[in-house]
Structures are given as structure tokens and as C-alpha cells.
Nanobody
Framework: QVQLVESGGGLVQAGGSLRLSCTAS????????MGWFRQAPGKERELGAA????????YYADSVKGRFTISRDNAKNTLYLQMNSLKPEDTAVYYC??????????????????WGQGTQVTVSS
């Protein structure tokens, strides 16, 4: 069993930056593909960024490419999302997820995942 706890959300003006963190319990963090998903009011949960279990591959949605950076520190059991040049349309609840199947390179919302409780990001115009 893995527990994920997100932090770092908040209110920021457009053009600003935030860094989200997701700390995982357990000893197999380094074996999981991880992702940051987000869900805006009235919209479906979508994948924003993902990183393979090895850290060698990353994926970014077109909407965040060039502005967000996903990274992981396996020694600290922590996943990060650096968000720069934030826009009002980035406003959402951001969720951290770990794919239960070990040693995979990707993660999707409909995979069998562990989920965090979410952290609110609000970008004002």
C-alpha cells in the first residue's frame, strides 16, 4: 500500500510560479511510474505530466508543455511539479498518482493507480 500526500498548492497571479510536491510512503516509490493529474470544475480529470519509474522518460500535455517540469527524487520518495508562467486556465485541483503496476513508463487516469487527496491551485488574472 502506498499513501501519497500533495503539498504546495495555493493562490498565485497569472505569470507566477508554484512548485507542487508529492511525498509517498513505502519503500517502492522508485519502482512506480508517477503522474500529476488535474481536474477543473465541471471537467474530467486530465493528465498534465508523467514520469517513468526510472525517470528517463517524461510526458507533458500540450497545454503545459514548456511551462511545467516534472521530476522525482527517489531518495526522498518525492515527486515534484514545477509550474511556471501560470495561466488562469491552470486553475484546478492537482492530484499526484502512482501506477500500481511496477516498472512501467507511463500512467493514465484509468490505470490502476494510487491517488493523493489533491491540492488546489488557483491562478488569478
Amino acid at each position: 500500500q502506498v499513501q501519497l500526500v500533495e503539498s504546495g498548492g495555493g493562490l498565485v497571479q497569472a505569470g507566477g510560479s508554484l512548485r507542487l510536491s508529492c511525498t509517498a510512503s513505502g519503500r517502492t516509490f522508485s519502482s512506480y511510474a508517477m503522474g500529476w493529474f488535474r481536474q477543473a470544475p465541471g471537467k474530467e480529470r486530465e493528465l498534465g505530466a508523467a514520469i517513468s519509474w526510472s525517470g528517463s522518460k517524461t510526458y507533458y500535455a500540450d497545454s503545459v508543455k514548456g511551462r511545467f517540469t516534472i521530476s522525482r527524487d527517489n531518495a526522498k520518495n518525492t515527486l515534484y511539479l514545477q509550474m511556471n508562467s501560470l495561466k488562469p486556465e491552470d486553475t484546478a485541483v492537482y492530484y499526484c498518482a502512482a501506477r500500481r503496476r511496477l516498472y512501467t513508463e507511463s500512467i493514465r487516469a484509468d490505470d490502476d493507480n494510487y491517488w493523493g487527496q489533491g491540492t488546489q491551485v488557483t491562478v488569478s488574472s
